[in-house]
């Protein structure tokens, strides 16, 4: 355990220190948008990992957070830091709403209706122009006002600043995300997904937990969202569709499941590959979607699990 | 008024023939295999970009181009069975299903790669109006609905008329019992893939007459195709049939009396009502 600290802290340095050592702006910039899927496949996470259901609307609620922080900082006045807390709430509120009707269903019915509750997302974002402005989007979202801390100017225009707000939502998410998966609710998480009739045997009213499991990860894709609008300072319905959903599922697969570090892990991957993968725009989805199969054709456990398999031959 | 409604319904009947199309194909891998065939709306959309393809390089009408497209795409499915899903039928549930995603994503990118990112709509001898007094009813939608009519008897007569239909039926009702019987389980899975991929294209063929095919359509056809077979109950031919109508018909109803812009939403309402209301959908008793 001590051990495991350690390495923790050392990575955590490494990563702090990363915007010093990145020359190129480009590859700041590329790990943002790591740290925020890495966040929205640990949401992601709870309710595929641990809990074993399929939710394909997790690109959707990354749309809903957004938006709505985005339009709460533009329209009402409200600072952004403010936004920011909003944002996932509103997430959780429309993540209740759907979990309810949804998750009375099991299996692939589950995925489906997260599906199409994808799609009616998209489909608002992209006709309740007064107030998403559409397909073209909204433009000009600011970011949070800067601060001078221990004498040093602090501007989230910055990206290597703002590269270190999100460092810290990553860490105060992961922590949470630590928390709540050795708690109760997480263990109840991980007997529904090994015998969810049994589980409801034993008196546990499940439905509860896996609504819990979708809410949560609902304000983990919202708060993913939020950031990700404010950084970009421009959004529109394009990177909310069923795509971005199903990038969260592969960061999870690609990663290891029920893991806490699979997530992360696919999440870098699911951003570095098909930067590797440059070939050309539908060549490299065609790649990656093939990769997706092989992946749960060959290991299915996901990276980390099977690396942890090598260096520890005993077990 | 009156009359508005009545042709919205018929409208409403021709596209949800289409539709019925769609979730006959899904309904049957699903009854049959316990596979939820995402990729099923991108197949659709290659049989229809195929069929556009094949009437412009060769000339020949929709007709006589759409037979070879449902050839190719009975093969289309026949690898798509072997090569992405069989190698997981043993597995959970999940990684079926997680494999289903990673097609979808593979063929919709094969479309572009295949055929461009252009709306394409279907040319067809049948251009006149067929107007009596005040109803009018353009000749495709009837042609249309025909033809699938003519596809959903077919279906039906092959499952209960012939040797494999009846092979087919009965792996959907016990696998190991059919094993048994010395039904050879690989072949079913590999026909009935076939078939369904054929309806598939032969739905696409239809949507590209009737409006337009698009890289992004086949997503929602897939999620309709769903919404149909929830109404209906999974696995239930029947359900199909009639919750393609039914869904058709209150889309047609919702575009012309309320918003065409959330037309598409209508799915996912009815969807999440039956799911309230009667999870085990229209056509099948609980049990």
Not at chain 1, 193 to 220: C, D, H, I, P
Request: proline residues 4%; aromatic residues 10%; hydrophobic residues 60%.
């Amino acid at each position: 355990m001590q051990k495991k600290t350690m390495a923790v802290l050392v990575l955590l340095a490494l990563v702090a220190a990363l915007p010093q050592v990145l020359q190129v702006k480009y590859f700041i910039h590329l790990a943002v948008l790591a740290m925020l899927w890495a966040m929205v496949a640990q949401g992601t996470n709870f309710i595929q990992g641990y809990a074993g259901y399929v939710s394909i609307v997790q690109g959707g609620f990354m749309g809903v957070g957004a938006y709505s922080s985005a339009w709460l900082s533009m329209n009402t006045g409200l600072p952004v830091w403010l936004a920011f807390v909003a944002a996932p709430l509103c997430t959780a509120v429309v993540a209740l709403c759907v979990g309810y009707p949804s998750l009375r269903v099991k299996g692939h019915y589950f995925a489906i209706v997260t599906m199409a509750f994808n799609m009616v997302i998209f489909i608002f974002l992209v006709n309740a122009i007064g107030l998403t402005g559409g397909e073209s989007g909204l433009s000009r979202i600011p970011a949070p006002p800067g601060f001078t801390l221990l004498g040093q100017e602090v501007d989230f225009q910055n990206r290597a600043h703002y590269y270190y707000l999100v460092l810290l939502a990553l860490v105060c998410s992961s922590v949470l995300a630590a928390w709540l998966v050795r708690s109760r609710a997480g263990r109840i998480w991980q007997a529904i997904r090994q015998n969810e009739m049994y589980t409801e045997a034993l008196g546990v009213a499940t439905w509860r937990y896996k609504l819990l499991a979708f809410v949560a990860s609902a304000l983990y894709a919202g708060s993913a969202g939020a950031l990700y609008a404010h950084y970009v300072g421009f959004i529109n319905p394009t990177p909310f569709s069923v795509d971005a959903s199903m990038n969260a599922i592969l960061a999870v697969i690609l990663g290891g499941s029920a893991t806490l570090s699979g997530p992360m892990v696919g999440a870098v991957l699911v951003v570095a590959l098909p930067e590797m993968l440059r070939i050309a725009e539908t060549f490299r989805f065609i790649a990656y979607g093939v990769l997706l199969m092989l992946a749960v054709m060959y290991f299915p456990r996901g990276l980390v699990p099977m690396l942890a398999g090598w260096f520890r031959p005993g077990q | 008024m009156f009359i508005e409604l009545i042709q919205q319904i018929l409208n409403g009947l021709v596209v949800g023939s289409v539709y019925t199309l769609i979730a006959l194909g899904l309904t049957v891998i699903f009854g049959i295999l316990g596979i939820a065939h995402f990729a099923h709306g991108s197949v659709a959309m290659f049989g229809g970009y195929l069929t556009h393809a094949l009437m412009q390089r060769m000339g020949v009408n929709i007709l006589l181009a759409m037979v070879p497209a449902m050839l190719v795409g009975a093969l289309l499915g026949m690898l798509i069975e072997r090569l992405a899903y069989r190698p997981v039928r043993a597995g959970p549930p999940i990684n079926a299903f997680i494999v289903a995603l990673g097609l979808t994503m593979v063929i919709e990118k094969l479309n572009l790669l295949l055929f461009g990112v252009d709306q394409v709509v279907l040319p067809t001898p049948f251009g006149r109006t067929l107007e009596w007094g005040e109803w009018a009813m353009p000749e495709l939608r009837i042609y249309v609905f025909v033809i699938a009519v003519l596809l959903v008897l077919a279906l039906t007569l092959f499952m209960h008329r012939t040797w494999m239909g009846a092979s087919i039926r009965a792996v959907a009702q016990n696998r190991s019992a059919a094993v048994l019987m010395g039904v050879n389980v690989n072949r079913v899975s590999s026909i009935v893939f076939a078939l369904s991929s054929a309806l598939g294209v032969a739905a696409g063929v239809l949507i590209g007459a009737l409006f337009a095919i698009a890289p992004g359509v086949s997503g929602g056809l897939v999620i309709k195709g769903f919404a149909v077979l929830i109404l209906g109950g999974l696995g239930s031919i029947p359900g199909a049939i009639v919750g393609g109508l039914i869904l058709g018909v209150s889309e047609a109803l919702a575009a012309g009396f309320v918003s065409s812009a959330y037309k598409d939403v209508i799915s996912f309402v009815i969807m999440i009502a039956v799911l309230l209301l009667r999870p085990e959908g229209l056509m099948r008793r609980k049990t």
